[in-house]
């Protein structure tokens, strides 16, 4: 069974910074895309940041345009765990960010994944920034 679990979320005010974590177990953590997404009130799920690694010290890191110099997305293999470092936050920001991952043939390409690709899902940890 797999099993995906974020936290790190909270209440925060703009300017500061947070970092989420994500436990991923149950299959080989490190052939895995890992994937941040979040979801605002009233609006869709987007996509966030997502990283895989290639092999020795190579990784593929993709980053949505609107957190891009601000987050940073990272991984520890050997502790199966994904981070998403969130700094300057912004009201905007506000959302509950959901964890994913995914073992499919797709995940060593150097794209992006659409969140239907992602196998499993985190339960989503809520993160809040004050203006």
């Known amino acids: 069974q797999v099993q995906v679990v974020e936290s790190g979320g909270g209440l925060v005010q703009a300017g500061d910074s947070l970092r989420l974590s994500c436990t991923a177990s149950?299959?080989?953590?490190?052939?895995?895309?890992m994937g941040w997404f979040r979801q605002a009130p009233d609006k869709e799920r987007e996509f966030v940041a997502a990283?895989?690694?290639?092999?020795?010290?190579?990784?593929?890191?993709d980053y949505a345009d609107s957190v891009k110099g601000r987050f940073t997305i990272s991984r520890d293999n050997a502790k199966n765990t994904a981070y998403l470092q969130m700094n300057s936050l912004k009201p905007e920001d506000t959302a509950v960010y959901y964890c994913?991952?995914?073992?499919?043939?797709?995940?060593?390409?150097?794209?992006?994944?659409?969140?239907?690709?992602?196998?499993?899902w985190g339960q989503g940890t809520q993160v809040t920034v004050s203006s």
């Open positions: 149950g299959r080989t953590f490190s052939s895995a895309r």
């Open positions: 994913a991952a995914d073992w499919g043939p797709r995940n060593t390409g150097l794209i992006r994944l659409q969140a239907a690709e992602y196998d499993y």
């Open positions: 990283i895989s690694w290639l092999g020795g010290s190579t990784y593929y890191a």
